[in-house]
């Protein structure tokens, strides 16, 4: 199990999945495949980029049934509180363990982008649903008869912090009841250690245990994408000129990507890396795990 994992101090690598635009569950199952036995657990996002694909619940189910650990991601974009906690109910009746809770992309952004938003929940707020539902729906009249027991998570986004910030938001998600974080694409090494120093300064890795997300790079072109299109994503200087003298990018990209999960393994208050591989397969996902285990 994941949460036991890392409540006994495990260096833990995950790695993540986008279901198919599918509704045969063999096409999940593909996807998945090259993953068994390697990734502690396997993300599986919910319409990630606002896109159209099979829903998380229904493919985490699939994958608990082939005998996978899934994280469920749910995004409070397109659900309201009463379709959130039916799903959170759906998830423990399915044998899912673990919840990934995420504000959700803009649909603005998506390959439909008429559809309407729905946000009648914070992330905090569906935090704090999954983690005590009793408690939570208790205070509107409702008896939840046998509650999910889920190991619940939140985003985060490593960066270089100023001496005077401080990790409120990230007490908001530790005080709803999240207990483990996972973050967005981390490359840059000296940022990492900087931002958890400060944070276990702070006492916050002293309650949240947080895996990095990480990734095998595949071209120079999408160093660059990445460095200037996402949010919060820096690719050092001497990345991109790795990437750019490199005879074979996308070798060079998943060597990087083991360097820096070794790097990571180093930095006090960090519990694993997240692998995710956008553009490539669960082929390049288990090699890039293999790689790093026998690093």
Not at 129 to 140: C, E, F, H, P, R
Request: proline share 5%.
């Amino acid at each position: 199990m994941l949460e036991q994992k890392l409540k006994n101090g495990d260096f833990v690598i995950t790695a993540e999945i986008v279901p198919p635009l599918s509704s045969h569950r063999d096409d999940l199952l593909k996807r998945v495949a090259p993953l068994a036995g390697l990734a502690d657990a396997v993300n599986v996002t919910d319409g990630a980029g606002a896109r159209l694909a099979m829903s998380s619940l229904s493919a985490s189910a699939i994958l608990v049934s082939a005998g996978f650990e899934p994280v469920l991601q749910m995004t409070c974009r397109d659900r309201n509180r009463i379709g959130l906690a039916s799903d959170l109910l759906g998830a423990g009746a399915q044998g899912v363990e673990n919840l990934l809770v995420l504000r959700g992309d803009n649909p603005a952004a998506g390959d439909m982008p008429e559809a309407k938003a729905v946000f009648d929940l914070e992330s905090s707020e569906l935090i704090a649903m999954a983690s005590d539902m009793q408690k939570v729906l208790g205070n509107d009249g409702l008896e939840v008869t046998a509650p999910p027991e889920l190991f619940v998570g939140c985003a985060d986004l490593p960066h270089d912090p100023a001496p005077d910030w401080k990790p409120q938001a990230l007490r908001a998600k530790i005080a709803a009841g999240a207990q483990f974080a996972q973050t967005q694409f981390c490359f840059d090494v000296e940022i990492a250690k900087r931002y958890f120093d400060h944070l276990e300064k702070s006492g916050i890795t002293d309650q949240l245990r947080f895996i990095v997300g990480i990734g095998p790079l595949l071209s120079l072109k999408q160093a660059v994408y990445m460095n200037e299109k996402l949010f919060g994503v820096n690719v050092p200087d001497h990345i991109l000129a790795r990437m750019e003298a490199a005879e074979d990018q996308k070798a060079e990209g998943q060597k990087i990507c083991v360097e820096i999960a070794t790097a990571l393994k180093e930095i006090a208050g960090v519990s694993g890396v997240h692998i995710m591989a956008p553009g490539q397969n669960g082929n390049a996902l288990a090699r890039t795990i293999r790689s790093i285990r026998a690093s």
